[in-house]
């Protein structure tokens, strides 16, 4: 059974830095959205795209972050200027129709 | 918004007992309920669903109850085995026309089955 890929698996940057987190749904995904955890605390949601654009964002999904899925499969998270606390694992998921959302294994981000 | 409250954090059992863990929402409109299984280090796989039309679904060792009236939800697992150690989130979505269903999760319940 496919399964929705992420790269990379674990990404160390410098604070201040750029990071971009990739993620491969399947091919009948139609909805995909960005969640991410904080070491031992619950998953929260950040941002959902669909039909090429974004439908919902979180308070957290500030200015410093951005999604889009440039060439009809891949689906990028940009952090601009990457801060401490964006240290996290962070997990895309997919969604066919009417059907439930399907995880990537996460990248866990880590910024000194 | 949508908040979501889980408990117990923790929950330790002896392997055969039952499991059950509870959650509650506050947003009425909410009606899909996921419960996802995550072991450490790795992604939450959903273990089991239930939408707002239903109000107890079951999949073999695994059951899932909804109170629409109370807003609440409960997991149980019976005869628990130590595989089933790990963490068990509980979500609450609205799924409906355009929207796409963006899941709001507990704070999650740590189960540890004692051999």
């Known amino acids: 059974e496919p399964e929705v890929t992420q790269t990379p698996s674990h990404q160390v940057t410098q604070m201040g830095q750029e990071v971009i987190l990739r993620c491969v749904p399947i091919?009948?995904?139609?909805?995909f959205y960005w969640y991410r955890q904080i070491l031992g605390q619950k998953v929260e949601f950040l941002v959902s795209f669909y039909n090429n654009e974004i439908s919902e964002k979180s308070e957290i999904f500030d200015d410093q972050f951005s999604v889009e899925r440039p060439d009809g499969s891949n689906f990028t998270l940009k952090i601009r200027s990457t801060k401490l606390e964006d240290s996290a694992m962070y997990f895309c998921?997919?969604?066919?129709?009417?059907?439930?959302?399907?995880f990537g294994p996460g990248t866990r981000l880590t910024v000194l | 918004g949508e908040n979501v409250e889980q408990h117990p954090s923790t929950l330790s059992v002896q392997e055969g007992d039952s499991a059950v863990i509870k959650c509650t929402y506050s947003?009425?409109?909410?009606?899909?309920f996921p419960w996802y299984k995550q072991e450490l280090g790795k992604r939450p796989q959903l273990i089991i669903d239930i939408r707002s039309n239903v109000g107890e679904k079951k999949d073999q060792r695994i059951a899932v109850t909804l109170n629409k009236t109370a807003k609440h939800f409960s997991l149980h697992i019976t005869e628990t085995q130590p595989e089933d150690s790990a963490v068990y989130f509980c979500a609450a979505s609205i799924e409906y026309g355009g929207s796409q269903g963006n899941l709001i999760f507990g704070k999650g319940t740590k189960l540890s089955v004692k051999p």
């Open positions: 998921a997919g969604r066919p129709p009417l059907d439930t959302q399907y």
């Open positions: 091919s009948n995904h139609l909805y």
């Open positions: 947003d009425s409109a909410s009606n899909y």
